[in-house]
C-alpha cells in the first residue's frame, strides 16, 4: 500500500532561485531522480510523491544554486561524508484496512453518474511566442486550451518559464492570453493583425 505524501518547501526557505528538486532515500538521494519542486500560489515549492505506508524516510531539498535546505517537518541528525547533517524526516502511517460490509438484499443500483469530458486541446502554437517546447510546458501546468491561458496570469506564466530553466527566461508571456482571449473568441482576423505587429510574443 502506498499513500500520497505532499511535500512544502515554505517561502522563506528559498534562497535566491525557484528551482528546486526533492531528494531523499525513497530516491536514493540520487539528483538524477529527484523530483522537481514547482511553485505554489503562495510562492512555497510543493511536490506530491507515493510513498509505502508505515515507512519513514529522511529527505532535504537542493535549490538550483547548489544550496542545501530543510522545511519545517521534524529533524534527525546523519553522516554524509564524515559530517553530521540535519534532515527532514516524514513518517508515513500504516494504512488502515476497512472491513469487509455484510451482504445485504440487494437493491436496485443507482444510475452511474455519466463521467464529465475532458477538456479539449486548442493549438497554443497559434499564439505568437508559443513554440513546441512551451507549448508542452504549459500542458504540463494544466494549460490546455485558449480560454485556460486567456485566465493565466502573466505572474503564474513567468513561473511557469523560469521553473523550466533559464533558457526560457527570454521569452515575454505578456501579450499571451490577451491573444488566446481573441483566440478562444475565433476572432482569428483580428488576432492575425495584431501578431503582425507582434515579435515573438512581445
Known amino acids: 500500500m502506498t499513500t500520497k505524501v505532499k511535500f512544502t518547501l515554505p517561502l522563506a526557505s528559498i534562497i535566491g532561485t525557484t528551482e528546486c528538486i526533492l531528494?531523499?532515500?525513497f530516491n536514493n538521494w540520487n539528483p538524477?531522480?529527484?523530483i522537481?519542486?514547482?511553485?505554489?500560489?503562495?510562492?512555497?515549492l510543493c511536490a506530491e510523491v507515493e510513498l509505502p505506508a508505515g515507512q519513514e524516510f529522511q529527505y532535504r531539498y537542493l535549490l538550483g544554486?547548489?544550496?542545501w535546505v530543510n522545511d519545517n517537518a521534524d529533524k534527525v541528525v546523519a553522516e554524509a561524508y564524515g559530517y553530521p547533517v540535519e534532515n527532514c524526516v516524514v513518517r508515513?502511517?500504516?494504512?488502515?484496512?476497512i472491513p469487509a460490509q455484510k451482504k445485504t438484499k440487494a437493491t436496485k443500483p443507482k444510475a452511474a453518474a455519466k463521467p464529465r469530458g475532458?477538456?479539449?486541446?486548442?493549438?497554443l502554437g497559434r499564439i505568437e511566442g508559443i513554440g513546441k517546447k512551451i507549448e508542452t510546458l504549459l500542458r504540463k501546468n494544466e494549460i490546455v486550451t485558449y480560454q485556460q491561458l486567456a485566465k493565466a496570469?502573466?505572474?503564474?506564466?513567468?513561473a511557469?518559464?523560469?521553473?523550466?530553466?533559464a533558457k526560457y527566461n527570454m521569452h515575454d508571456p505578456s501579450t499571451w492570453p490577451r491573444q488566446a482571449k481573441l483566440a478562444a473568441a475565433g476572432k482569428w482576423e483580428e488576432l492575425k493583425a495584431w501578431q503582425d505587429e507582434l515579435k515573438g510574443g512581445k
Not at 522537481?36 to 512555497?44: A, I, W
Not at 508515513?92 to 484496512?97: D, G, L
Not at 511557469?160 to 530553466?165: F, Y
Open 160 to 165: 511557469i518559464l523560469e521553473e523550466a530553466g
Open 65 to 67: 544554486n547548489g544550496s
Open 32 to 34: 538524477a531522480e529527484g
Open 36 to 44: 522537481v519542486m514547482k511553485v505554489d500560489k503562495d510562492g512555497s
Open 118 to 123: 475532458l477538456a479539449a486541446k486548442d493549438d
Open 153 to 158: 496570469t502573466v505572474k503564474k506564466l513567468k
Open 23 to 25: 531528494l531523499g532515500e
Open 92 to 97: 508515513i502511517p500504516e494504512a488502515i484496512k
